[in-house]
């Protein structure tokens, strides 16, 4: 499985096969910088919010799945579970679905704007290889809530996502408030934008941190 950051909380995910699927592709108007143009199989969209929901960025007429639903796209096995963008049972900001995908033995969750503790959710997810989890705060889980879903999901390895940087023109915290609530050991940040497993990680290994780098063609 190949996984690639393309910035705020979209990915491509590629599996041995080929098999192409993107999440959350953003409108650069919401963000403040353009999401590289992709090609992909599938695309998944936690919620209908431009900085999750910018299909100009995405080439060619793919389906798009919005909803909760359990399928395949080709050799990746997709589901997702309906949760909120806030701590209010959406009555902010709507409802969020959380995609779990299995991609060559390997189980990844993208948590997209989860803005509360769902106990439920963390139980469906518990022991998933990768976690994909928004850490900014303000319109989702700030990083005291995001790093409470890693403790309760215990998953091998956690790409942070949805945070600000010097290219995002609104007001969220940047990734390191969420960094410092793990031993450094336990944080890679090696300049890549791209995790690449050949196999589901060790099952008795601790949970890594990884921080990629936005995509760039």
């Known amino acids: 499985m190949k996984l690639q950051y393309l910035g705020h909380a979209a990915f491509r995910i590629v599996s041995e096969m ?3 699927i993107v999440t959350d592709p953003f409108k650069a108007e919401m ?3 353009a999401m590289t143009k992709v090609r ?3 695309v998944t969209v936690s919620h209908h ?3 999750h929901d910018g299909m100009e960025s995405i080439l060619g007429n793919p389906p798009i799945l919005d909803e909760q639903i359990s399928c395949a796209a080709d050799d990746i096995a997709v589901e997702s579970i309906s949760t909120y963008h806030d701590d209010v049972k959406g009555a902010k900001r709507g409802k969020n679905l959380v995609f779990c995908f299995l991609v060559d033995g390997i189980k990844v969750a993208h948590m997209g704007d989860i803005g509360c503790w769902d106990p439920d959710v963390a ?3 518990k022991g998933c290889d990768v976690l994909l ?3 900014g705060g303000t319109f989702t889980v700030d990083a005291l809530g995001a790093k409470r879903y890693v403790d309760a999901v215990r998953p091998k390895i956690v790409i942070p ?3 600000k940087t010097a290219e995002h023109h609104f007001d969220v915290d940047g990734v390191e408030k969420f960094l410092a609530l793990f031993d450094k050991s336990a944080v890679m940040d090696n300049g890549s934008d791209t995790l690449v497993l050949y ?3 060790d099952p008795d290994a601790p949970t890594q941190v990884v921080v990629l780098q936005r995509f760039v063609d």
């Open 31 to 33: 963000v403040g910088f």
């Open 199 to 201: 196999d589901a990680p």
């Open 49 to 51: 919010h431009g900085d």
């Open 40 to 42: 992909c199989d599938v």
């Open 123 to 125: 139980d469906k997810i």
């Open 18 to 20: 080929g098999t192409t």
């Open 133 to 135: 989890i928004p850490v």
């Open 161 to 163: 996502m949805h945070y």
